[in-house]
């Protein structure tokens, strides 16, 4: 994984361009109108760090944290930004500087439970009581579908877990779990700047996963997807990651789930590691148009605004973090539409943080539609 000093060139292209495109999609940016947190701004200050012009300040430390590696900026740029940012927070803590309290503590629970929550290893089997789910083990299923921390340890977002897990069930998809053996996938120390630690992770986790003849894995945590796939790509394992919402989009659309469609405006919140970073955005707004209505925010797809809840800012600047969620819930409810439908548990979190709209998961909205058939409520219809 590259260091700091390997994105020289970039730094000085961005120096010598000075283009400041980054400025309009940074969330950051547009909330505190401060130029060292806009990606221009941020690159200069690593180009000075490299050239010896800098030496690492309170601010230094700032412009590398405060950002939530939404990657808008990597939308209006051919240099990578988003990763040297993470490269910057890398290069600040192995020259010295500790890190931020509010990441400490989130590491200090990855080491000791396997999750950034601190809860017990054994939380993570919780969710599947009741469901009849395999342990995963050679020899069984090649499908692992890999819950992830956060939803599986917190309630309520564990419905959506069950939710998923019901519904690919229902398609008849063979699959198993890890259980309460399942591993972080890392997200969080990547984030943060935790490379080698990540690196280390990542490795066991290949390991594990081929021990298990693991084929394709099926998350329903848009930071696990992008995490995951990066694993994959990086150590060569022949496995195939896709997002719960992939998966079930292609049922939908072959018919295999019989839906009850509503009159209900909905719209759709891209999450940034599903969206912008994962490339997934079509097969969502087929489960929500196969529900309701869809109606779109003006920032959708590659310009969808972050909720603030990435990267560590919504544990080491909660304010900030709930500032950007404010800005997406004002722009949802502009739309007219009374529901927010996302993806990912962290942006859930974040969005229900502001009053004024419901929020709810993709799958849990999907198989309320598919329970309300088989109740025989309301007007049935084959989904096509």
């Not at 020289?8 to 060292?36: D, H, I, M």
């Not at 405060?66 to 900026?73: A, F, I, P, Q, S």
Request: charged share 25%.
């Amino acid at each position: 994984m590259n260091g700091l000093e390997e994105f020289r060139e970039e730094l000085e292209t961005c120096f010598g361009t000075s283009c400041g495109f980054c400025e309009r999609g940074c969330p950051v940016y547009q909330t505190l109108k401060v130029k060292t947190l806009c990606m221009r701004g941020r690159n200069r200050t690593m180009l000075g760090l490299l050239q010896g012009r800098f030496e690492i300040t309170p601010a230094v430390v700032q412009a590398a944290f405060e950002c939530t590696l939404c990657g808008n900026c990597d939308r209006w740029c051919s240099l990578k930004n988003t990763e040297h940012t993470r490269a910057f927070r890398e290069y600040l803590l192995k020259h010295g500087v500790e890190p931020m309290k509010e990441h400490s503590s989130l590491l200090a629970s990855i080491k000791n439970y396997g999750n950034p929550w601190f809860q017990p290893r054994s939380a993570r089997n919780r969710w599947t009581k009741g469901l009849n789910i395999s342990k995963a083990s050679p020899g069984g299923p090649e499908v692992l579908f890999f819950a992830g921390c956060t939803s599986a340890v917190t309630k309520p977002l564990n419905r959506s877990l069950v939710a998923s897990a019901r519904l690919l069930q229902r398609a008849g998809v063979k699959f198993a779990t890890m259980g309460q053996d399942e591993p972080c996938c890392g997200s969080t120390l990547l984030r943060v700047g935790q490379t080698m630690a990540f690196e280390e992770l990542s490795r066991e986790n290949m390991r594990k996963f081929e021990s298990l003849g693991i084929k394709k894995i099926v998350t329903a945590c848009p930071g696990c997807y992008t995490t995951l796939k990066k694993s994959v790509e990086s150590s060569g394992v022949k496995i195939d990651v896709r997002h719960v919402a992939q998966e079930i989009s292609g049922l939908v659309r072959q018919g295999k789930l019989d839906l009850k469609r509503s009159t209900e405006r909905l719209t759709y919140h891209d999450p940034c590691h599903l969206g912008r970073l994962g490339g997934v955005f079509e097969e969502p707004r087929e489960i929500v148009n196969a529900v309701g209505t869809l109606v779109e925010m003006p920032n959708n797809r590659y310009e969808s605004r972050c909720c603030g809840a990435g990267a560590g800012l919504q544990s080491a600047f909660p304010k900030l973090s709930r500032e950007l969620a404010t800005k997406r819930v004002a722009e949802a409810r502009a739309t007219g539409a009374t529901t927010i439908v996302t993806s990912c548990p962290f942006c859930e979190t974040q969005l229900r943080t502001v009053p004024g709209i419901k929020v709810v998961d993709l799958m849990e909205l999907l198989l309320d539609s598919a329970q309300d058939v088989e109740k025989g409520n309301g007007n049935n219809r084959k989904a096509a």
